[in-house]
Each structure stands twice: as structure tokens, then as C-alpha cells.
């Protein structure tokens, strides 16, 4: 048996495309399916996006990804179609030394699918980043698109495979559609409505139990004493008539900016109500009170929980910090791991990985665990802030791409993975994410048993400046007594 030469190798990638159909055979573009609130002109996103799912003539959903198809991450594409080996060694009188190679090179390239997104108007020129899809792998794509300026007349939408329109394409908004720095606040029923806002969130009802109503009198004398000193991470808010108020207790608040601008993004979509609380900006729960002890528990918010604490959990920094930084240098974002979620199962490393600077102590055993337990773990802090004196012990680890964590243990971590992808699928929408914060806030606010103020040392948080995407807010602004 002998290789073939790179020539006939193109050759046979064209045979191969005769023989095994064109991309047009297998996938119908009227039948696909095209939804999500990136096809609303009232939902105001960092990014827009929604999804498409490839059907074929036989209105049958693919659940692999269609061929043309080039995956984002550079692993060869599933062939929903493959060619039998016997046949390339009989139109060549060769033996096929790489069929399987053969047939990912005949389906690499490009994805089929092509969005377009433009203005109604050709009078209104503005600027709208249109990236490829992205390949779920699973038969289904992410579209998205980020908007630079606001458009009045609206938006029109193709989605093309090759060049057919697909399903209901072209997709038209009708403007004004806002693009994210555009502060244009909504009536919260109105908002929650579009946004398809679950009535319900199981976490939230739970974390809300042990505070029937919230005594801001007691957080003030409590607060400040109790979680505010020399290791404190904690900041106070108050929000009155949609504008943000804060000031910092503790040394370690640097993660304000975090907080900050998830609010100011929602104060821009949404009337938020008026409200006083406490963020715990710190890597663990703060409040372990009993519900029925004496003193009773404050409800702090915080980035994280846990069985044994009170604290209301919203989502965490880095969560909200890449949907608002989206397709502007930030590669971890909420939509593009999407199509980047690692090897295929059977190449993943059996091992545990753990990767992150030193907040805890628990995290310095972690790696002591893993320099004792090599081939069972790697764990390495990759920044030494709180425990400077353990990093000539404990060494320093590169900091890894996001990506490289989807490589984690085996037939128990492949059930986890497949169900937390679909939780995250669902839950880690943006769009569900604002509804989230909204809701804590709001549930927040029925409770609290007195009026909230900007207190002594508060200072006004600005929206951000964007001097070259002015924009003209067309909705009428509800009053208070309105809402």
C-alpha cells in the first residue's frame, strides 16, 4: 500500500463531494428552525443572538453537525454522511490508508450557514459586528451580532444557508432598536414580558425564606462591624429613582467595578425599584446565623453560597462581566463556549483540574494534593495575593485558556457535563441572567420595613460615556406611581 500524493488527495476531495452529496441534499433551509431574543427589537443585549437548528428534507432535526461544517475549535467536523472506504479503492485501485482523515478534509471548511444584519433604512449607517456562527456540535448553531449604534428604523435579518433563505429569513425589526450603552429604561412588567422572565425561581424563593421583611436599621449597625474590617469585601448600595449610590467598607472592594456595571447595564434597561443592601464582593458565603437564633440573620448578597449559610446568591462576577464584554476581547463569554466546549469525550484527560489565585487557604491544599497526587490531580494558583509567603513552596501556574478546562475525569463527569451543558444552556442565557438580578432585587425590595436613603459617604456611580453612539430614547418614561 502506498500514500497518495497531495494532488490526487484534492482530487479525490472533489470526488468525494459528488459521491457523498452536496451539503444542499442534507440539510433543508426552509425546514430549519430559527428562534431566540436576538430576533426581538425590544430586547436590549450586549450581544443579540439566537439559534438555528439544521433540519434535513425529511424534517428530521441533525443532531451532528452538518458537512461544510467548520468547527470553531479546530477538531474535525461530524459527518452526518460518510463514504464507504470500499469505494475510494475502487474508483482508484487504491487501498485507503486514512478513509476516516479523508473524509474529515472533504468536510472542513467554512460553516453553510451565513447571517446578514442590516438597516431597514439605507440612510442609517451604523455599526453592527456580525462574527460566524458558532457550531454547537449538536446539530444546532448560535448566531450573534453586536450593535454599535441604534438604528430608528429597525433591523433586517438573513439567515442563509448557501443562498437560500432559511426558515422565516429575512428576520425584520422594527426599530428603534437600542443598541447596550443606549439608557432607555423600560417598565419593569413590560421588560420581564418580552424578556420571557420565568414567574418563578426556585433559588431565589429559598434564599428569600429566612428574611420575611429585612430590618435596614439593624444591617446598618451590623454591617459595617461584623464584615467590614482590615479583610472586608464588602460594598453598600442604594438605588434611588434608577440612579446607583455606593460606598466601600473593608480593604478588599477593588471588585466593585463587577457589581457596578451589571447594575448600571440593568439601569439602563430596566426602572429598577428603590432599594438598600449590602454586596459581599468575597470568594465565600458571609452569613451562617441561624433562621430562628437570636440575633437573627441579615440577608448580605453575595457571589456565592452554601448549605449552612443565609447569604442571597446572585450570579457571580465573572458570569455577568463576559456577557456585558462580549465579542470585545473577552474569549470566556457565555455565547462562544458555546462552540468551543473541548476534545470529543474519548480524548479528554482522566484527571481533575483546577486553576485560580489564592482566595482561600483550602485552595493552597488543593495544590499540596495535587504535587502528592499527580496523576489524579492538577491544581496550581496562578497569582499570589493573600498567601505572598506559600508561592516559593507551592510554585506558580501558567494561567490556562477557559477552553483547556473542558479536558476534566471520565464516565461520572461525562453524565455531570452533559446535564450541567443543558442547565447552562438554559439558565446561563443572558437574557435569563437579567432577569435574575431584576428578581432579587424586586423580591428585595417588597421586604424591605423601611425607606431606603443615600447615606453619609455615598457617591453617585455614572453611567459610562459613549460619545460615538449617541442615541434618543423614544419610550415614554413611567412615573413612579405608574409602577
Known sequence: MRRLPRALLLQLRLALLVAAGAPEVLVSAPRSLVWGPGLQAAVVLPVRYFYLQAVNSEGQNLTRSPPGTDVANG?????????????????????????EGLQGALSSGQTPFKVVVKSLSPKELVRIHVPKPLDRNDGTFLMRYRMYETVDEGLKIEVLYGDKHVAQSPYILKGPVYHEYCECPEDPQAWQKTLSCPTREPQITKDFASFPSINLQQMLNEVPKRFGDERGAIVHYTILNNHIYRRS??????????????LLSLTRKVLLPDLEFYVNLGDWPLEHRKVNGTPSPIPVISWCGSLDSRDVVLP????????????RGVTNDLL?????????????????????????????????????????????????????????????AKLMGFFDFFKENDEAAKKIAKEGQLMARDLLQPHRLY?????????????????????????LIPQPEDSTAIC???????SREEL
Open 435 to 459: 432577569c435574575y438580578y431584576y428578581q432579587v432585587l424586586q423580591k428585595y425590595a417588597e421586604r424591605q420595613s423601611s425607606k431606603p436613603k443615600v447615606r453619609d459617604g455615598m457617591e
Open 249 to 262: 467598607l473593608g480593604k478588599y472592594t477593588d471588585f466593585k467595578m463587577f457589581s457596578d456595571e451589571i
Open 336 to 396: 462562544s463556549i458555546q462552540g468551543n466546549t473541548g476534545p470529543s469525550w474519548i480524548n479528554k484527560t482522566e484527571r481533575a483540574f483546577f486553576r485560580g489565585r489564592d482566595s482561600r487557604e483550602e485552595r493552597l491544599q488543593l495544590v499540596q494534593l495535587s504535587k502528592e497526587n499527580p496523576q489524579l490531580l492538577d491544581a496550581g494558583i496562578t497569582g499570589y495575593f493573600f498567601f505572598q509567603e506559600k508561592e516559593k513552596e507551592l510554585g506558580k
Open 472 to 478: 434618543q430614547c423614544h419610550r415614554k418614561k413611567p
Open 316 to 327: 457571580t462576577y465573572d458570569i455577568t462581566h463576559s456577557m456585558l464584554e462580549a465579542m
Open 75 to 99: 477538531r474535525g467536523p461530524g459527518v452526518t454522511r460518510s463514504v464507504p472506504e470500499s469505494h475510494v479503492g475502487f474508483h482508484l485501485g487504491l487501498s485507503c490508508l486514512n478513509c
